[in-house]
């Protein structure tokens, strides 16, 4: 694995966990170096060896204190108890054996006895300290360690310049490994429950939206629902008293209020799925850079209808997922502009691999016919309903491109032909393909033999409506062709969002 993705891949958090470890991983190198090799050059042999080995000790001894109180930090584990009452006990014995060491003469230089005691006292209450959680708590501490540290060297009978000086040295390493201890412990602590409220606030985000969605079905289902039962039982009550045609007003009723709750339906739905290019523009910026992918996002001043936006928005979210998912990137550009009356929409990123395929084609594009996949196969059942075209090739260089092209003029369809995403040319007979056959489809001459079969119920209603006059009967049927080419629209629209669903869920 390359060292830049295996920094670049971590999340915030994980990398100030890292940098901290491996801080206090450093500060055992340091004790080492400093106090361990100052110690060995200013005592004679073989005394100067005993306290270098002693003092690897306690910087091993400290750097284990250190990650188990960084674990505790962030919640993974208690507070090691024994390690810090063992490392405290140890700073202590090697703290008052330097002074003893002064006061018997073996340590003749004042400076080497100075560099071990601070060095023990100052290390020790570092270390302490990042499994302390109160500041109370750290300064006295500190406190503590200074007093202990003047009474040994009352009670070994050292001058009082030596006691000063040795006083001192502990109150400013103490401090200063003190806050350094403390502000790092609370800095993770805190990158960590930052991105902890981060991920709550999407999830309650996504919550209410499925509350709101609820709400909305709850609403216009509710009370259409409610009419329809209850005329749905007069209608049999009616019926059994042999008052038929009083009985067909009420089903007529009936089948009204269920076309109304299928369109409003078909509303809410069309609403809750609409994308906008400008949030899912930012949001892929935004997703990209936490994977360690670098986004460059180029617009051109152009305004675009809403269907073209909110299809461009679904080919930027399938494209992102696409570039998270395969090969490995490391830089990726989107641009969106206008050309010859068209809204264009490229998708670069380089790092593809095999996966994208040998031939370097289209159709080795995930999500293109023969691969597999149907995300980019829905993108383009999508773009047909407005006319536009999916393009995805592999380029030299192990890049790979998705162009979308969309008429400037393809609002013509609506919102509700962007929502739906469904290839407008497979649902129905017609002379042609695509959104150009459907148009005859729809428009299709009285009289005219629809395709498919209609429900038995929906038969009886055609001739009931046939018997009044064959000019109703020719409207009904002609609105009840369009009502089945929208269902068909809807279901493909289902198909067509499969791929791009997931993302739009993890947005």
């Not at 810090?84 to 060491?101: I, R």
């Not at 200063?176 to 790092?184: M, N, P, R, V, W």
């Not at 409003?264 to 899912?280: F, I, K, P, S």
């Not at 996949?373 to 999916?390: F, I, M, P």
Request: glycine share 16%; charged share 20%; with cysteine.
């Amino acid at each position: 694995m390359k060292l830049t993705g295996w920094w670049s891949r971590r999340s915030n958090p994980e990398k100030v966990e890292l940098y901290t470890r491996w801080s206090y991983h450093t500060f055992a190198v340091i004790e080492v170096l400093y106090i361990g090799l100052g110690v060995l050059g200013g005592s004679p042999n073989p005394l100067g060896g005993w306290l270098f080995l002693l003092v690897c000790a306690h910087a091993v001894l400290g750097g284990v204190l250190a990650s188990r109180a960084l674990d505790w930090t962030v919640g993974r584990r208690g507070r090691p108890h024994r390690l810090m009452a063992a490392h405290a006990v140890a700073s202590c014995v090697l703290a008052a054996g330097a002074l003893a060491l002064r006061r018997s003469g073996a340590l003749a230089d004042a400076g080497t006895a100075a560099i071990m005691v601070t060095g023990m006292v100052g290390f020790g209450i570092g270390g302490l300290v990042l499994a302390l959680a109160k500041v109370r708590h750290m300064l006295w501490l500190v406190l503590g360690s200074t007093v202990g540290t003047a009474l040994v060297c009352l009670a070994l009978g050292l001058p009082v310049e030596e006691l000063i000086g040795f006083s001192v040295g502990v109150v400013i390493a103490g401090l200063l490994l003190a806050f350094t201890s403390g502000f790092s412990g609370w800095l993770l602590r805190s990158v960590w429950e930052l991105d902890a409220a981060r991920e709550l606030q999407a999830r309650l985000a996504v919550a209410e939206e499925r509350l709101r969605f609820g709400r909305d079905l709850h609403d216009v289902m509710g009370r259409n629902l409610s009419v329809i039962a209850l005329k749905s039982e007069l209608a049999v009550q009616l019926a059994r008293r042999g008052l038929a045609e009083r009985a067909v007003e009420q089903m007529a009723e009936v089948q009204r209020l269920a076309q109304d709750s299928q369109r409003e339906v078909r509303e809410v739905v069309r609403g809750y799925r609409e994308a906008d290019l400008h949030t899912e523009l930012e949001g892929a910026r935004g997703v990209l850079a936490a994977a360690g992918i670098a986004c460059d996002v180029a617009t051109a001043d152009v305004a675009l209808p809403a269907p073209v936006q909110s299809a461009l928005a679904w080919v930027v979210r399938e494209a992102t997922t696409n570039v998270l998912r395969h090969g490995d990137a490391r830089r990726c550009t989107v641009s969106v502009g206008a050309q010859d009356g068209r809204a264009v929409l490229v998708v670069e990123n380089d790092g593809v691999g095999q996966a994208a395929g040998a031939s370097g084609g289209p159709a080795a594009a995930p999500g293109a016919p023969g691969s597999g996949g149907t995300g980019l196969t829905g993108l383009r059942e999508r773009l047909a309903a407005l006319d536009g075209t999916l393009e995805a090739a592999r380029l030299p260089g192990a890049r790979f491109r998705v162009t979308a092209r969309v008429p400037l003029g393809g609002s013509a369809g609506g919102s509700a032909s962007v929502s739906a995403g469904g290839s407008a040319g497979g649902s129905g007979s017609g002379s042609g393909s695509g959104p150009a056959g459907a148009e005859p489809t729809r428009a299709a001459p009285a009289g005219a033999v629809p395709t498919g079969a209609a429900p038995a119920a929906e038969a009886g209603v055609t001739r009931c409506a046939a018997g009044a006059g064959a000019g109703t009967g020719t409207g009904a049927g002609a609105g009840r062709e369009q009502e089945r080419e929208r269902e068909r629209d809807e279901r493909s629209a289902d198909a067509g969002e499969r791929g791009a669903g997931v993302v739009g869920r993890a947005w």
